[in-house]
């Protein structure tokens, strides 16, 4: 997973105005239209995009600085991987429409699938020391019948005549100005640039059908609930072969019975005596990495924490990766017997009367009184 900085080389601290200009140089480099049939080229042109559209909005680069790519919650724009008009607005934003290498607004093709949503509920164990935990979307995949072209057996998409393949109409006016050429989606094949004359019956010519798939997610350590993992092309297949949209995974991690998360640290309630905590004690504390030997000194105090250094939260990096841990924190409960035989109620009235202590009498008069008056 590459670091988005990086990939338009600029330093983390970067403005906005020079995020832009270093997008605007790579991507005159990069552009498929500069580098025709490289398909390397075109993958590092997705990832500049990918970085710029993050980037370039204050509040996912927020969250990009503080969690990296698995904090990226969501589809920029559905069906859509670089914000809701994809690379074409962003080159119309610089360059005032279209493609600056020219070609209008890139050659025909089926469209992209839509992106999914789904949630993933792991185990708390399972989020510290990450996971390979398993999700099932329904979504659209290729038919088997047809391949995914939508064209019945034995036959295939042919050229588009109104077109000829190009997915677009060009259409010349007169104005006061003189000519005006606009450019507009072929209405006949859908500015695929193809058409079918025998559709399949299967998926009634669109190349795909709805069927439940599996994916398996590598979950990183120190993931929390709320962050969202991106699978690339993962998504619902597009029509006609199109290439398929992304799977956005939702993380939810399940409530333990006894540890819970505050940032990066795990804390617990450890529960001693009355006894136990005037005298000290020692105790077995189970964690999440094994059983420790828990040191309760003499006189301890309610609220009182125990840290083990490095026993929390694995910490995420901005690249999606681990380092360090946060602590493990045991803090002190002391519970008060709610009921006494009467051999424990003459111990405790001997330690009060000795400690010079005012208790209620064993008759319980004073808790009486006290009752009446808030009756």
Same mark, same amino acid.
């Given at each position: 997973?590459?670091?988005? &900085? ?21 991507? +005159?480099? @990069? ?20 970085? &710029? ?9 927020? #969250? ?21 008009? *994809?690379? %074409?607005? /962003? ?12 070609? *209008? ?44 072209? !939508? ?63 599996? &994916? ?14 991106? @699978?690339?092309?993962? *998504?619902? +297949? ?6 398929? !949209?992304?799977? &956005? ?8 019975? #006894?540890? #819970? ?12 005596? /009355?006894?136990?905590?005037? @005298? ?7 964690? @999440? ?20 250094? %490095? =026993?929390?939260?694995?910490? $995420?990096?901005?690249? %999606?990766?681990?380092? %360090? ?21 003459? $111990?405790?009235? =001997? $330690? ?24």
């Amino acid at each position: 997973m590459s670091d988005f &900085y990086e990939i338009l080389g600029v330093r983390r601290d970067a403005s906005a105005d020079a995020i832009k200009k270093a997008y605007r140089k790579r991507a +005159r480099e @990069l552009h498929p239209d500069a580098n025709p049939d490289d398909t390397a080229a075109a993958d590092k042109f997705k990832e500049l995009s990918r970085a &710029y559209e993050v980037l370039s909005d204050p509040e996912q680069r927020a #969250r990009y600085d503080r969690f990296g790519e698995a904090g990226l919650g969501g589809a920029a724009g559905a069906g859509d991987p670089f914000g809701a008009g *994809g690379v %074409g607005d /962003i080159f119309d934003a610089f360059f005032g429409g279209g493609s600056p290498f020219g070609g *209008g607004r890139g050659p025909a093709g089926p469209p992209r699938g839509a992106d999914v949503e789904t949630v993933a509920r792991i185990s708390l164990e399972e989020s510290v020391f990450g996971c390979t935990t398993s999700v099932t979307v329904r979504t659209a995949v290729a038919c088997d019948d047809c391949g995914g072209t !939508g064209a019945a057996a034995g036959t295939a998409p042919v050229t588009c005549p109104d077109c000829r393949g190009a997915g677009q109409v060009r259409r010349v006016r007169q104005s006061i100005l003189g000519q005006m050429v606009t450019t507009t989606p072929c209405t006949r094949c859908g500015g695929t640039g193809e058409v079918l004359e025998h559709p399949c019956r299967t998926c009634r010519g669109d190349g795909r059908v709805q069927r439940d798939k599996a &994916y398996d997610v590598q979950v990183p350590a120190g993931v929390a609930s709320g962050q969202t993992m991106r @699978l690339t092309g993962r *998504g619902a +297949r597009g029509p006609r072969g199109g290439e398929a !949209g992304d799977l &956005y995974v939702h993380i939810e991690v399940r409530e333990h019975e #006894r540890w #819970r998360r505050e940032d990066d640290d795990l804390v617990t309630d450890v529960e001693v005596s /009355i006894a136990q905590a005037a @005298l000290g004690t020692e105790m077995t504390l189970p964690t @999440l990495d094994g059983d420790e030997r828990l040191v309760v000194p003499a006189g301890v105090q309610p609220g009182h924490e125990f840290t083990l250094r %490095g =026993r929390g939260v694995p910490r $995420l990096t901005q690249s %999606g990766r681990s380092r %360090g841990r946060g602590d493990l924190r045991a803090r002190v409960v002391i519970v008060v017997p709610t009921s006494l035989s009467a051999t424990e109620e003459e $111990l405790l009235r =001997r $330690l009060a009367k000795e400690r010079g202590e005012d208790v209620a009498p064993a008759d319980g008069s004073i808790v009486s009184r006290i009752k009446s008056a808030f009756t």
